[in-house]
């Protein structure tokens, strides 16, 4: 969490398709919430996710949850990471 920033694993060609370069802060935006981030190029991504290893407190900004939908997810009845949809916008 280089900079006081969560950093989400991107894959390049998702990066190139929207002008974003490795380190840029970037606005990570789902249908009900936004978090700035640092994406961080990685071909060990899938094409269609980010990916990162874990959130951090709200205070600090850090907290993945303000992506999700409140409910409970499909498989395994918790927080429904993989049902969340984003798109990554350049600040």
Not at 18 to 27: A, Q
Not at 41 to 48: G, H, L, N, P, T
């Amino acid at each position: 969490m280089e900079n006081g920033l969560l950093e989400v694993k991107v894959h390049p060609q998702v990066l190139k398709d929207n002008n974003i370069n490795d380190g840029d802060v970037v606005m990570l935006e789902s249908r009900v919430g936004e978090l700035k981030v640092k994406a961080k190029e990685s071909e060990d991504v899938r094409s269609d996710f980010v990916l990162t290893y874990r959130g951090g407190w709200m205070k600090y900004g850090k907290n993945i949850n303000v992506l999700t939908v409140d409910m409970i997810s499909e498989k395994g009845d918790g927080t429904p990471y993989y049902e969340t949809r984003v798109k990554l916008s350049k600040i």
